[in-house]
């Protein structure tokens, strides 16, 4: 990927019907990167796979040249004070690692989860040990490295960790190899981060630089936002029907910053099946449009764009 000029744009699918039904619904939508779920993401219970449905799957991945990412289940909370809550998050993110390790993955994306009021201190030291275990149990389990785990920014409700780029750079500097981040725009925005806009997207962007996380960078899910800014609830929504619009996701596509990172869609489809052709023809359509300087200087020059004069709530 790091000879392309322009980042990848791919999508969330559904595993239904087996693993390699993943690849055929990724293709039929035109995406270019894959990221699945791989077992039901509101349960504990992970998939028994064989070890010839990974072969068969990693198979169809090759043929399709899509890299994949793997996200793991809802219920995970690694900041969680209930000590029987962690446990199993703990090894739910174990066996998310498991099988990235197996199927080659490029990298399994996490919610960190909520301190639940207790404060962020004391659920860095609960997060980084539950990591530290998780990853320990996937070792012993397989023999392949372990992709890298990336924590993904939270829109901020509800006492959820990595709203800011200050506690993922903190959680990630706790460990000196394997960890990464994965940015939202529907999840920065509601955090307050003004991404549709150039003054907000810079301020992140220099925010990010300062904790040290633009090499820590290694996917951005591309999603609109159906709440307002700093709203700090997580409601995403189909690429150009939210408060980001066309606009805005196109100026956070477009920014050099993310060039080769590649973009993974998690927007809930217009026929409420997750992402679908339209929504990537209408990522596409934005990543043509970045080539054009007329577009980017009619953006940046716009008063939309320069609606929200600094990131609200950011820190």
């Known amino acids: 990927m790091s000879d392309r000029p322009l980042p990848r744009i791919g999508a969330q699918v559904s595993t239904a019907?087996?693993?390699?039904?993943?690849?055929?619904?990724?293709?039929?939508?035109?995406?270019?990167?894959?990221?699945?779920?791989?077992?039901?993401?509101?349960?504990?219970?992970?998939?028994?796979?064989?070890?010839?449905?990974?072969?068969?799957?990693?198979?169809?991945?090759?043929?399709?040249?899509l890299p994949l990412f793997v996200h793991t289940i809802y219920l995970i909370n690694l900041a969680s004070p209930d000590e029987d809550q962690r446990r199993r998050s703990t090894a739910a993110l174990a066996d998310a690692l498991v099988f990235g390790a197996r199927s080659g993955a490029d990298g399994?994306?996490?919610?960190?989860?909520?301190?639940?009021g207790d404060g962020y201190a004391a659920a860095r030291k609960r997060v980084v040990r539950a990591v530290t275990e998780a990853r320990a149990?996937?070792?012993?389990?397989?023999?392949?490295?372990?992709?890298a785990l990336?924590?993904?920014?939270?829109?901020?409700?509800?006492?959820?960790?990595?709203?800011?780029?200050a506690e993922l750079g903190d959680l990630v500097g706790?460990?000196?190899?394997?960890?990464?981040?994965?940015?939202?725009?529907?999840?920065?925005?509601?955090?307050?981060?003004?991404?549709?806009?150039?003054?907000?997207?810079d301020a992140l962007l220099a925010e990010i630089e300062r904790h040290g996380l633009l090499g820590a960078l290694g996917l951005v899910h591309l999603n609109d936002c159906k709440t307002a800014l700093g709203s700090r609830s997580d409601r995403?929504?189909?690429l150009w029907e939210g408060r980001l619009g066309r606009g805005g996701l196109r100026l956070f596509l477009g920014h050099t910053a993310f060039r080769r990172v590649p973009f993974v869609l998690e927007v809930p489809g217009f026929a409420d099946h997750g992402p679908d052709v339209r929504n990537i023809r209408r990522a596409r359509l934005m990543r043509r449009e970045i080539l054009r300087p007329e577009i980017l200087r009619r953006e940046i020059l716009s008063p939309d764009t320069q609606r929200h004069a600094a990131p609200r709530g950011a820190s």
Not at 24 to 51: D, K, L
Not at 175 to 201: K, M, N, Q, R, W
């Open 236 to 238: 995403h929504e189909n």
């Open 174 to 201: 706790a460990f000196p190899e394997g960890l990464g981040i994965c940015l939202d725009s529907a999840h920065l925005f509601a955090a307050g981060y003004a991404v549709d806009t150039v003054e907000g997207l």
């Open 17 to 65: 019907g087996g693993l390699s039904k993943a690849v055929a619904r990724a293709r039929a939508i035109g995406a270019e990167v894959v990221q699945i779920f791989p077992s039901n993401p509101r349960r504990w219970q992970p998939c028994p796979y064989t070890e010839h449905d990974i072969a068969a799957f990693t198979a169809s991945l090759r043929r399709a040249a």
């Open 150 to 165: 990336l924590l993904e920014t939270s829109a901020g409700g509800g006492n959820s960790l990595g709203r800011t780029p």
């Open 137 to 147: 149990q996937a070792r012993e389990r397989v023999q392949k490295p372990l992709p």
């Open 108 to 116: 399994v994306v996490t919610h960190i989860g909520s301190h639940r």
